[in-house]
């Protein structure tokens, strides 16, 4: 069966003008990612002949362009009228402060449906101390441009543990800037963001409490709130969260959102480092399909075998814990750190996992089976690891991996020598 | 618009304007009160932004208001395309049936309202589709007063109206368009919600016509003049509450463009127009809360949308001053929010019959608020609409 991604993200460039404390891209990690120097980008006639052959191959009507910061791109107005005139939806990720007002408004004139502005805090200093720069007056500003222009905006909070105190301020500062939806994100692992995990990811508690005051501005503003990092519902009781949706991990499966990196290499999101195959070289089908994006989707925490929802909570951010743990089917550090409670809860049979209709991805959970029965976990016979054995579970390939001797799971231990299957795109694609 | 332009709202200006315009002035000064405007007025409607008679409905009404304002602001800004599907479409249907069996509208003004707003709405492009929509739905007026769309008729009615319908979302796997092999429009399957929604619109559309005695003599009969015409346009223009179910323009604009009065592409904008605000006036003044328009989303539930109409615009104005001053944002973001905010309530307005006749002061003024450039097109056709208005010599 083909994969039919709703979606394509393409980091247009590696180069940012921020250094933002929490970034994930991948190549702000010492992995010696391809296009890791930011030096190396595709032509523009390059690039759209990689979407154009993605887009036909994979049939997604939606492409999303990132970064990097994809603004410092000279050719970014371009490229998105050309994925517009191909009938895509087009989405923007950005950081508010490369470009000006006008190409914004250029952007928007061009194509550019939604476009997602950082917006971490309705304190200047905090959101200048997060991106390591001086970005709040600028991102408020681009939020506006963006409106004005007759665009969507949504402004993306990364919940850290430097302004949660100020999530709902944020909410409403987002409103009264006009934004059409808010995202919120726990801060995920990876890229720059490993070096401040200490500093900046915050507890369970934390995490409840600054998700409690989102949900209360966005009852309180009307606004359209998301959660796209997965909040593993053992940790957070997401059954308190009413007008939240929360989602899960979709990576390599037809929700996913699959990732082009500047040079053409595809990747199961923009989270992970793992390197699927060079579009310029091989069909989107047949990496799609491939053995490391096969593995990836069967990946599970082995701390999460036995819980009878894991095929729907699949343990959280895969990303996160390859590119903290070396293994896709590790920990990722927010179930790390936690997992004793976990534990604990457990022993003294506490209902986990509560509140699973906040999943916006899952369904399956409610389909056939008593609702009381995915509201809590169980020990269950078929150990969901086992089970994938079973099926012959392919070796895991991958750019890089960090302390491999860590990672928890004895199943995904035996794909650490696995083959690499990164391609380095060929010269005449840069 | 004026009001704009000159930054500055007065007493007067409040005391003088009727019914929904007043209000209008109220958040608009609101909003000067953020962005530096010079005159703040609080005292008529303290901080509502609800009209009276909105305040007291009860909370389904005003809901059912407000989703149909918000649908409503859409259709004025041209968005239908990207923002408005079949479930939207329903929403804007259920609303109109809450209103008339609440009583809180006419048969009459539900029929104007549910025909302008499912025509705006139903356009692929705003300016083609709109009118041969329109056509449609007169085609089916035609039916009945011809004595064609008889009882026995109705459920081909039905599958038109219900066709119009579904063309917000023409793609949807929710239902089939095919072409009729008859005189009978078939949709397969057409969803018996759709279906419910096309026999309310199908009543709306088959009752309560106007009198022939309706309204002033210059609106009775054929349009024979060029002053006739003009003096229609004129009427039309300015009171088109007085005379919501009048259709007119239509005649009149197209005798002017046969006498070389308005050139063709702004006679076409005109008439969209005219179909668009005629029945504004009481669907503001009368029942609407102000300020739904500033909205994070379409409201997916009524309680959304009525907790949008009540609180939004003036919390967010009350927010943005309140961040202004605490120096939380720039003084320049301030301000392009406070345009942002202004917009959005300016798009749901009417031009006011203000002393100033420029082109800038006519309905197109909502296209043109800083720093949005107002497309050359309405223009041109604003400054034909205010060329013809100076022009009749009894104003």
């Known amino acids: ?430 | 618009m004026y009001i704009i332009r000159r930054r500055t709202i007065t007493d007067d200006d409040v005391s003088r304007a009727r019914g929904w315009r007043r209000h209008v002035l109220i958040g608009a000064a609101m909003v000067l009160a953020v962005i530096g405007g010079e005159i703040v007025l609080r005292s008529s409607v303290p901080g509502s932004g609800l009209t009276p008679s909105a305040r007291t409905l009860t909370p389904g009404v005003a809901s059912a208001w407000a989703t149909l304002r918000a649908a409503l602001r859409t259709a004025v800004a041209c968005r239908a395309k990207e923002s408005l599907d079949s479930r939207d479409a329903m929403k804007v249907s259920q609303s109109c049936e809450t209103l008339l069996r609440s009583g809180a509208i006419s048969m009459t003004t539900g029929r104007h309202l549910v025909r302008t707003i499912t025509v705006r709405l139903s356009c692929d492009d705003p300016t083609k589709s709109m009118l041969e929509l329109r056509k449609e739905f007169q085609a089916l007026q035609a039916l009945r007063l011809e004595g064609k769309l008889t009882p026995d008729r109705v459920s081909a009615g039905r599958d038109h109206v219900a066709r119009l319908m579904l063309l917000f979302d023409a793609a949807s796997s929710e239902a089939k368009l095919i072409d009729p092999p008859g005189e009978t429009l078939q949709i397969e399957p057409v969803p018996q919600a759709v279906r419910n929604v096309a026999d309310t619109l199908l009543d709306l559309l088959v009752t309560e016509d106007p009198p022939s005695d309706y309204g002033p003599p210059e609106l009775r009969g054929p349009v024979k003049s060029v002053e006739d015409a003009i003096a229609v346009v004129r009427l039309l223009w300015r009171e088109p509450k007085e005379y919501p179910v009048v259709n007119k323009h239509d005649e009149a604009i197209d005798y002017l463009v046969g006498r070389s009065r308005l050139d063709p592409e702004s006679a076409e904008i005109l008439k969209e127009v005219f179909t668009m605000v005629c029945p504004l006036p009481d669907f503001i003044e009368d029942q609407a809360p102000v300020g739904t328009c500033y909205i994070p989303a379409t409201p997916s539930t009524v309680q959304d949308a009525q907790d949008l109409a009540k609180r939004n615009i003036p919390r967010i104005a009350a927010t943005l001053a309140e961040l202004k001053e605490t120096g939380k944002l720039s003084s320049d973001v301030s301000e392009k929010a406070g345009r942002l905010i202004a917009r959005a309530l300016i798009v749901v307005s009417l031009p006011d019959e203000s002393d100033d006749s420029s082109a800038h002061d006519t309905a197109f003024s909502y296209y043109c608020w800083e720093p949005i450039v107002m497309p050359e097109k309405y223009k041109k056709a604003g400054t034909a609409l205010s060329e013809l208005l100076a022009s009749s010599s009894d104003d």
């Open chain 1, 1 to 430: 069966m083909p994969i039919r991604p709703q979606s394509l993200l393409f980091e247009i460039t590696a180069r940012c003008n921020l250094n933002c404390l929490y970034c994930y891209n991948v190549w702000k990690d010492d992995c010696g990612y391809p296009c890791g120097d930011c030096s190396a980008e595709l032509d523009t006639a390059s690039i759209k002949r990689l979407l154009a052959k993605a887009v036909r191959e994979s049939g997604v009507s939606q492409v999303t362009i990132t970064g990097g910061e994809p603004f410092l791109h000279d050719d970014l107005v371009e490229i998105i009228g050309y994925l517009a005139k191909m009938g895509l939806a087009v989405g923007l990720i950005a950081n508010g402060t490369a470009g000006g007002e006008r190409m914004y408004r250029d952007a928007v004139k061009a194509g550019a449906g939604i476009v997602e502005i950082p917006l971490l805090s309705s304190e200047r200093a905090i959101h200048n101390a997060m991106t390591r720069g001086t970005a709040f007056d600028l991102a408020t500003e681009r939020l506006v441009d963006v409106k004005s222009a007759g665009g969507r905006t949504c402004a993306v909070i990364v919940l850290t543990k430097m302004n949660m105190h100020d999530v709902r301020e944020t909410i409403a500062m987002a409103a009264v800037l006009g934004a059409d939806s808010v995202m919120i994100n726990r801060f995920n692992v990876g890229g720059e963001g490993r070096r401040h995990v200490d500093e900046l990811l915050p507890s369970p508690a934390e995490l409840t409490a600054a998700l409690l005051e989102a949900e209360a501005a966005a009852e309180e503003w009307q606004m359209p709130i998301f959660s796209s990092v997965p909040v593993q519902p053992c940790l957070v009781d997401l059954s308190q969260f009413k007008r939240m949706r929360f989602g899960t991990c979709p990576a390599c499966t037809d929700k996913g959102y699959y990732t082009i990196d500047p040079l053409g290499n595809l990747r199961p999101c923009n989270h992970s480092p793992t390197i699927l195959g060079n579009l310029f070289e091989s069909d989107f089908q047949a990496l799609a399909g491939n053995v490391a994006a096969a593995a990836y989707r069967a990946a599970r925490p082995a701390f999460c075998s036995d819980c009878a929802i894991v095929d729907d909570c699949q343990g959280g951010c895969k990303a996160a814990a390859e590119a903290c743990g070396g293994c896709v089917g590790g920990e990722e550090p927010f179930l790390a750190r936690n997992k004793e409670s976990v534990r604990k809860k457990r022993e003294q049979g506490h209902k986990l996992g509560l509140g699973l209709e906040a999943w916006g991805r899952s369904k399956r959970h409610t389909a056939g089976r008593p609702a009381e029965s995915n509201v809590h976990y169980v020990h269950s016979v078929h150990s969901v690891q086992s089970a994938r054995r079973s099926e012959g579970a392919p070796r895991m390939g991958g750019v890089k991996r960090h302390d491999k001797d860590s990672c928890c799971n004895p199943d995904h231990r035996r794909y650490r020598g696995g083959r690499n299957v990164h391609h380095p795109p060929p010269n005449d694609h840069r």
